[in-house]
């Protein structure tokens, strides 16, 4: 556990990211981090998860480790009972994703399965443990980190394209039901850029002139401190060239 106590004695903001232990939940965790919020780092790589905590803490920030599947519901609720050791959550960050392409007919229902856990069942078991809390003290910030493929359709990439398009109703409709709560809930839809995310594709990718993960990183944090009693609702970012 890394600076647990000193999270809740100094009542700081606590942020929650899935998918913190590499890519762009690692960009988001450390900058949320260096605008003074306790991030709690959720992941399944334990190696990707401390290398996100060491380069927090180098950096003056505080933070804590939990390994989480967001695949497994009890999983997500130990996630949540060592949340509470640290204090309200007042910003998750849904960014826990995979992606595997394939010819539709040559797709296997495994990979549909683990899209559909991953990138849409996963932010709603996440959202819902979470929100809870958020209702009571009237504040929160959820993000979904969903993709250009939640508003358009792409070749090669039917589940995740469906996963991703799932994802955008998840979040319009829960940002319809808690704006009551004063509860932001923002949507970021980013054209590809470079991760690990293309190292795990079966395709080749060149990755050389894609966005950045802290480029993209950039405007997801400043839309979860936009202080004022608006919501930057729904956030696309290409690169200047258009996908690809
Ligand atoms: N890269 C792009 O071009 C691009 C474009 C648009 C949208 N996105 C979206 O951006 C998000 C972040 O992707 P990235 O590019 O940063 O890729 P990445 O580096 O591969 O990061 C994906 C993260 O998701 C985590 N994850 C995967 N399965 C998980 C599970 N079952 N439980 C918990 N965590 C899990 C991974 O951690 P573990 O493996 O340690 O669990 C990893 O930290 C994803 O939602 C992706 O769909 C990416």
């Not at 849409?120 to 969903?146: D, H, T």
């Not at 991703?164 to 979040?171: C, I, Q, R």
């Not at 993209?216 to 690169?239: G, H, Q, T």
Request: hydrophobic share 45%; with cysteine; charged share 20%.
């Amino acid at each position: 556990m890394d600076n647990a106590a000193a999270g809740k004695n100094m009542g700081r903001k606590v942020a929650l990211v899935t998918g913190a232990s590499s890519g762009l939940g690692r960009a988001v965790s450390i900058k949320l981090a260096l605008a003074g919020q306790f991030v709690i780092l959720a992941a399944r790589s334990e190696a990707g998860l401390a290398e996100t905590a060491r380069l927090i803490t180098a950096a003056g920030g505080q933070c804590l480790t939990v390994p989480t599947d967001v695949r497994q519901e009890e999983s997500i609720l130990a996630l949540k009972a060592e949340a509470d050791k640290i204090g309200f959550v007042s910003t998750v960050v849904n960014n826990a994703g995979v992606g595997k392409f394939a010819r539709f007919t040559h797709s296997s229902t495994a990979d549909w399965d683990l899209q559909m856990e991953v990138n849409l069942r996963g932010p709603y078991l996440v959202s819902r443990i979470f929100s809870g809390e958020m209702q009571i003290q009237k504040y929160g910030r959820i993000v979904f980190i969903n993709s250009t493929a939640g508003l358009q359709p792409y070749t090669e990439s039917a589940a995740y394209v469906a996963s991703k398009h799932g994802l955008k109703g998840l979040a319009d409709s829960l940002r319809e039901e808690l704006r009551k709560y004063n509860i932001k809930v923002i949507s970021v839809f980013p054209g590809a850029f470079s991760s690990d995310f293309w190292e795990k594709v079966s395709v080749e990718f060149d990755q050389s002139g894609m966005m950045s993960c802290e480029n993209v990183a950039e405007f997801v944090v400043s839309a979860i401190l936009e202080p004022s009693n608006l919501v930057i609702e729904d956030i696309v970012l290409r690169r200047t060239l258009g996908d690809f």
